[in-house]
């Protein structure tokens, strides 16, 4: 996982990810200028980012991937088209 993250490339002998293309249930917030995961939820062939409010602990343990916001991007709207790395 943090060796995938480093990289931005997925694992593919060891088949860790599955890296799709979802829309957003609703709107992910991030920092400009810095490439950012975020743990998500895979429901009705939608994403929903599972953020949490003291950590990313309990949130991990709940999410089925984590959404890719990418380094030139600092908001994504709900209804756009995501990457998202499942697991």
């Known amino acids: 996982l ?3 993250m480093i990289t931005g490339q997925i694992d593919t002998e060891r088949n860790v990810f599955k890296k799709v293309v979802l829309e957003l ?3 992910l917030y991030g ?3 810095v490439e950012e995961f975020f743990p998500a939820c895979l429901e009705n062939d939608r994403i ?3 953020i949490g409010k003291s ?3 309990a ?3 709940e999410a089925t ?3 890719r916001v990418p380094v030139d991007q600092e908001t994504i709207r709900k209804g756009t088209p ?3 790395w499942l697991w």
Do not use: F
Request: charged share 15%; proline share 4%.
């Open 82 to 84: 995501t990457e998202v």
């Open 65 to 67: 991937g984590l959404v």
């Open 2 to 4: 943090i060796i995938s």
């Open 25 to 27: 249930a609703k709107d």
């Open 59 to 61: 949130s991990m343990v």
């Open 48 to 50: 929903v980012p599972a």
């Open 55 to 57: 950590g990313y602990i």
């Open 31 to 33: 920092r400009t200028g």
